[in-house]
């Protein structure tokens, strides 16, 4: 005779049906990217570089609908605005990165003013936070106004609830500098541009 089967423990079961709708997400997000990739030479890639095309629109566009996931590259530094290793994880902090074409450096900005990467997760800025050096993380969308941002058009992006620009920490440009709200001051460390 068999002995009975044991219980599995009730949050155990959500944690593991909330990782796999995550990773179904983040696989359908891939495979989109890779159908709709422009063709380009390979050379141009580097493991685990996932190309993302290029919308088709201007930087005005971006407020009027939802586009195809393109990068944002910083004017003073060159680099891509990039979550740190392709974490999926609340909380993690924004930063610049060599842009790659990366699914962590693709952003679509929606028509509810969201900036989401991986299809799920909003750019946001950290605790409804309103004072300078403010983190800008990622989290799950939630539609708070934290989570909202204005693409403005001389380049600035400014988040809605705090009245802040996206800014390269202390006009830094390397690899892993954070990204977080400071007083608009028209700095080229203030200004993206989409590719």
């Given at each position: 005779?068999?002995?009975?089967?044991?219980?599995?423990?009730?949050?155990?079961?959500?944690?593991?049906?909330?990782?796999?709708?995550?990773?179904?997400v983040l696989v359908l997000t891939v495979a989109a990217a890779l159908v709709f990739a422009q063709p380009g030479p390979a050379s141009a890639l580097t493991n685990h570089q996932i190309p993302v095309p290029a919308a088709p629109m201007g930087w005005a566009s971006w407020n009027s609908f939802a586009?195809?996931?393109?990068?944002?590259?910083?004017?003073?530094?060159?680099?891509?605005?990039?979550?740190?290793?392709?974490?999926?994880?609340?909380?993690?902090?924004a930063e610049l990165w060599d842009c790659?074409?990366?699914?962590?450096?693709?952003?679509?900005?929606?028509s509810r003013k969201e900036l989401v990467v991986y299809g799920d997760k909003c750019l946001d800025a950290y605790n409804l936070?309103?004072?300078?050096?403010?983190?800008?993380?990622?989290?799950?969308?939630?539609g708070q106004d934290?989570?909202?941002?204005?693409?403005?058009?001389d380049g600035t992006i400014t988040n809605v609830h705090a009245g802040l620009c996206q800014d390269a920490y202390n006009?830094?440009?390397?690899?892993?500098?954070?990204?977080?709200?400071?007083?608009?001051?028209?700095?080229?460390?203030?200004?993206?541009s989409r590719t």
């Open positions: 005779m068999y002995p009975p089967p044991r219980p599995i423990a009730e949050g155990f079961v959500r944690r593991c049906t909330t990782a796999a709708v995550r990773a179904l586009t195809d996931g393109t990068l944002l590259v910083g004017a003073q530094s060159g680099r891509c605005a990039d979550i740190y290793n392709n974490t999926i994880t609340n909380g993690t902090q790659n074409g990366g699914a962590n450096q693709a952003w679509t900005y929606t936070g309103t004072a300078n050096a403010t983190k800008v993380v990622i989290w799950d969308c939630n934290n989570q909202k941002w204005t693409l403005n058009t006009a830094a440009t390397g690899n892993g500098t954070s990204l977080v709200l400071w007083s608009c001051d028209g700095g080229a460390n203030q200004k993206w």
